[in-house]
Every structure is written in C-alpha cells, then in structure tokens.
C-alpha cells in the first residue's frame, strides 16, 4: 500500500518518513510489506488510509494547479479531508486517527458486534428494520445501499428478515465490530479529549461532516462533529446530493479502489469521478485535469 508512490516521489518519501516519525514506529513497514491480518487491523489501517490519502492530493497538488471548492471523506476520511482542507496538521491528524484507530479496536473487543450491507430498498425501510432489530444505520451510502451495524443477534435477525423487509440482498460484512453504532460508545466518550487537545482552524475550504451532511462552521463545530460520527450514521449520500445540487458534476476520489465513484454513479449520473490510488492512475489523472 502506497509504495510506488514511496519509491517514485521524493514527496511522498518525505510525508511518509515524516509519518513514521510522527506515530514513533515504522507505520510504512506494514503498509508495504503487511501481513494483511496487521495492515487491516483498525489501529493502522487507519492511519494507513490517511496518510495514503493525503499524500495522493499532496502529489497531485504538485502538478495540477486545482481550485477545489468542498472536501468530503467517508467516516475515516473525513479527518483526511480536515487535513487537505488546512483545519489541522498532517502530524496532529495522523496521530489523531491512529488513536482514534485504537480506541474503536478496543470497543471492539469489548463486545461481539457485527455489520451488513442491505441492498435495494428505502432509507424509511432500512430505519424501520433497523429499530426492529435494535441496531443502528450506520451507512447510508447511496441511493439503494446502506449498512447496518450492532450486536450478532440483531443483525443476523435484521439480514434473515431483510427480504420481507423489501431488500435485494443483506450481506453480513467481515469487519472487527459495529463501528458507527452505540457499540462504539466508549471510543467516542475516549476520543473527545483528543479531539479538544488538537489545534484546529476553519478549513480552507468547505468540509461536510458526516453526521449531518453539512460543512462544518468552525473549530468547535468540527470537534463536535468528528465526535458524534463515531457512533452516528454516515450520511455520505445526502452530502454528495448536496454538492451536486449546488451544481458540481466534477470529483476526485484518493485512496485505494473506486468505491466513492461506485456510490457517485447511483447518486448522480452526469457526475465525473476521477479515482486516484496509485502512481499509474496519479498519472493518468494528471493528463485529464490539465
């Protein structure tokens, strides 16, 4: 993960030394090199996907003259939108979601949990299940794709049940627990005094939050948001309709996979999705936008 970006740009080399010695161990070792059972562990995959993230934009940054307007990430990647958009150092965020990494891997220990992905189906249909279940929304997606989140009981019943319900499909996911969930509660209450021990400013730019699909209004409005999205739902398809609706149709996507332009193509059709996850498509990517 990441390193032919590492091998290739001498900028890159420098975000991710600087990384490692941010975090006081060689986080680079186990994206290069894993195990995987070590790399998706949340306390580093985390990390992982933010410096990733944030290096992609940084290269990109360095060969296109861009006039980005918003920042959105999902969940994890909110906080790389918080650092691309100025709010707070790339080192305070970096320690900030490695810590946030460990805090959720320790909640989930405490408690089996689980999470599914529902296809098909209404968001008042994934709300009534949900409730039913005694589990919560933890994703809603896009328009047809959300994900539950909450104890092994509740979300066997709500993926056995799902069909009655009016879903396509109900996928129970291989993850560690029920992130974005009440079983996440003791990582958030833990995380709040991390978050106020950060110095932060306005972003640059606008930054949606995920928990209410807005951007955020300053410092405090910022903490208090990447707070409550560790328990809250990820309204990840409310704040690209909002961005489209203001009248953007063109996006870029950094980090591994195209799973965001997945999700843009069912929110809006017209919309362009650049993906950006490697040194081949950086490239690529370049070509297009100069």
């Not at 006081?24 to 994206?31: K, N, V, Y």
């Not at 490695?98 to 189906?121: D, H, V, W, Y």
């Not at 203001?246 to 996979?257: A, N, S």
Request: charged residues 20%.
């Amino acid at each position: 993960m990441g390193k032919d970006l590492y091998d290739t740009f001498p900028t890159a080399r420098e975000m991710m030394d600087q990384a490692n010695a941010a975090l006081g161990f060689p986080l680079t070792e186990i994206m290069f090199n894993g195990p995987d059972a070590e790399l998706t562990r949340t306390c580093y995959c985390q990390p992982a996907l933010f410096l990733h993230g944030l290096t992609l934009y940084r290269l990109l940054c360095e060969r296109v003259a861009l006039e980005p307007v918003a920042a959105a990430g999902l969940s994890l990647g909110e906080f790389t939108a918080h650092a691309a958009a100025g709010t707070f150092s790339p080192e305070d965020g970096l320690r900030l979601v490695q810590k946030r990494g460990a805090l959720m891997e320790e909640a989930c220990r405490q408690a089996p949990s689980t999470m599914a992905a529902l296809i098909g189906g209404s968001d008042d249909a994934v709300q009534a299940l949900a409730a039913a279940c005694d589990i919560d929304v933890a994703n809603y997606n896009c328009p047809g794709q959300t994900v539950v989140s909450g104890s092994l009981e509740g979300v066997d019943k709500a993926v056995a049940g799902a069909k009655e319900a009016g879903f396509k499909l109900a996928k129970k996911l291989n993850v560690a627990g029920a992130y974005h969930s009440r079983f996440m509660k003791s990582a958030q209450e833990k995380l709040r005094p991390e978050l106020e021990a950060v110095a932060m400013q306005a972003p640059a730019i606008p930054v949606y939050c995920n928990y209410e699909a807005r951007p955020v209004s300053g410092p405090e409005d910022t903490r208090a948001m990447l707070g409550a999205q560790v328990c809250g739902s990820v309204r990840w398809a409310a704040s690209m309709q909002d961005l489209v609706d203001k009248g953007h149709r063109l996006f870029i996507e950094l980090g591994p996979g195209k799973t965001l332009a997945g999700m843009m193509g069912r929110i809006c059709k017209e919309a362009t999705v650049i993906s950006i996850e490697d040194a081949e498509s950086l490239e690529k990517a370049i070509a297009a936008l100069s």
